[in-house]
């Protein structure tokens, strides 16, 4: 009997223990874009001009933030864009946004403004989900999105295509008066957008906490921080930084005059960012730059970034607060000599594509042979950021992604349809792992091959040494299957033993897994 293998679907968690010693705020749960909560509220025109009153009919995205008492959700039933012609949207209330998917439905502005200012809402927490937002250009922070004194949330959304001739290209945070801001970046993507000073896709500011995890920050440009920018708390957990341009430091990330843990970037990939974009030699820091600051930074990938003099080409620091981290790969340390204890692994992370490898946005996945895969120890995040298991095999994988096995299927005691096993006869198990069109069983190594963590069985000496291993197609379909054989006494089997996996890599360093049922006698 056989039967195919699937990992199952984990629940999302949502704390970070570094987030915890920084003393950053717990990060509230944003309704999912694909679970529009009952809504109070239904916005059913894509004009932005309305009559402030929801519920006579007719009722916009304007009329609708208008109308919301504090709690209230806003849902859609149309789908397409809505153009703002009546400038900013502004929230000082603590409501929801549930947008039907951040390819739905966009909403973005016209003409130069920023598309959603909030204010003051304090925390009363302030929620969107599911939407594109895009073509701010504001002749101040926040390009597209500027949070002040506020908790903002976003989840499942994408800003894009944003221009700020401030501070944060995309999206701008700052504290009120009491130093109170809190801004939520969460399995959403921020790319495409321009900066004059900090933070071309998202500036921090000095008296306001960040939080972003499981997201994509790309392709956006900045003075200083061409992806992220700080100068306040900021947490970058399991999330990819790619492509990013600084004039001056940080490519990627930039954080500045916190010494109090004010920078923690962990399990990310900060990949393909440039500083000193400008080429004027006053810049240093493609992946990140710390300037007398607190910046940790933990089983991370900062590699393949560059600065236009080549002083400090991954990362770069300036009176930094000793805070390494550890357990990271990093590529380069010319200049950058105090991040050295950190680095774990110096080299090319051999890295694919930034592309859709599943999840909410677009990742890097180490190929083949990457020297990050099983190199970043056995404690990381549960999840990586496309939700799948952080640990898959023998150690996590270093960065953002976790490469997980392909799926194949095998076949114990090949013909057997109970696949029984006696733990007092003992002897060797044959299992069989089944070839296809589309998969070649000949490229297993023999001796990556285990199940339920044993190896497979050595052949005797006498029968030329070697292993228990051979290919054969067992089941009359034209395809060849590997049939190997494990000792019994070497899986650990009990009565309550109801299946076994095995996994394997292929020649290509890829890893297989598959499962097959097993009914264990005494």
Wanted: hydrophobic fraction near 40%; include cysteine.
């Amino acid at each position: 009997m056989r039967i195919r293998h699937t990992l199952p679907l984990l629940p999302l968690t949502f704390l970070l223990a570094a987030c915890q010693d920084a003393a950053l705020p717990t990060v509230p749960h944003a309704p999912r874009a694909d679970v529009v909560a009952s809504a109070a509220l239904t916005v059913n025109l894509l004009t932005d001009a309305g009559d402030g009153v929801c519920g006579d009919g007719s009722c916009t995205l304007r009329d609708a933030i208008t109308s919301a008492a504090p709690g209230d959700q806003i849902g859609f039933s149309v789908t397409g864009t809505i153009a703002l012609t009546g400038g900013q949207l502004v929230i000082d209330r603590g409501v929801s946004i549930a947008g039907p998917g951040a390819d739905q439905l966009t909403v973005s502005a016209t003409g130069p403004s920023r598309v959603l200012y909030v204010l003051g809402t304090g925390t009363a927490p302030v929620q969107i989900s599911g939407l594109t937002i895009a073509n701010g250009d504001m002749n101040g922070p926040g390009g597209c999105i500027q949070s002040e004194g506020s908790t903002l949330t976003l989840q499942a959304v994408v800003v894009a295509d944003c221009r700020s001739q401030g501070a944060g290209g995309a999206i701008g945070s700052s504290g009120d008066a009491s130093g109170f801001g809190r801004l939520n970046i969460d399995h959403s993507t921020v790319r495409g957008s321009w900066a004059a000073n900090g933070g071309g896709g998202v500036y921090n500011n000095h008296n306001s906490y960040l939080f972003i995890r499981q997201s994509t920050i790309a392709l956006n440009e900045g003075r200083e921080g061409g992806g992220v920018g700080s100068t306040g708390y900021a947490v970058i957990v399991s999330s990819t930084v790619s492509g990013n341009r600084a004039r001056f430091h940080g490519g990627g990330v930039y954080a500045a005059d916190r010494d109090d843990a004010g920078m923690q970037v962990t399990w990310s990939t900060i990949v393909g960012n440039v500083a000193d974009s400008d080429g004027n030699g006053d810049g240093d820091g493609g992946g990140f730059y710390n300037s007398d600051a607190y910046f940790s930074v933990t089983g991370s990938i900062v590699a393949n970034n560059d600065d236009a003099g080549r002083q400090a080409p991954d990362c770069g620091a300036f009176n930094p607060t000793p805070a390494q981290g550890a357990v990271n790969l990093i590529e380069d340390l010319t200049g950058c000599a105090f991040y050295g204890a950190s680095a774990t692994v110096q080299a090319d992370p051999l890295l694919g594509p930034l592309t859709d490898n599943g999840g909410a946005t677009l990742t890097h996945l180490p190929l083949a042979g990457s020297p990050a895969i099983d190199a970043g120890g056995t404690v990381c995040e549960f999840l990586d950021q496309r939700d799948l298991p952080h640990l898959v095999g023998a150690a996590c994988d270093i960065g953002a992604v976790e490469v997980q096995p392909l799926t194949v299927s095998i076949d114990i005691r090949p013909g057997s349809t109970e696949n029984p096993v006696s733990l007092k006869l003992g002897g060797t198990l044959p299992v069989a792992v089944l070839g296809s069109a589309s998969f070649d069983a000949s490229t297993i190594v023999v001796s990556t091959v285990q199940l339920a963590g044993a190896g497979v069985a050595p052949r005797p000496k006498t029968q030329g040494g070697g292993y228990m291993a051979s290919l054969e197609d067992v089941n009359a379909d034209g395809y060849l299957d590997l049939v190997a054989h494990f000792s019994v006494k070497s899986l650990g089997l009990t009565l309550g033993t109801t299946s076994l996996t095995l996994t394997a890599t292929l020649t290509t360093g890829a890893v297989v897994a598959g499962s097959d049922l097993v009914r264990v006698m005494p």
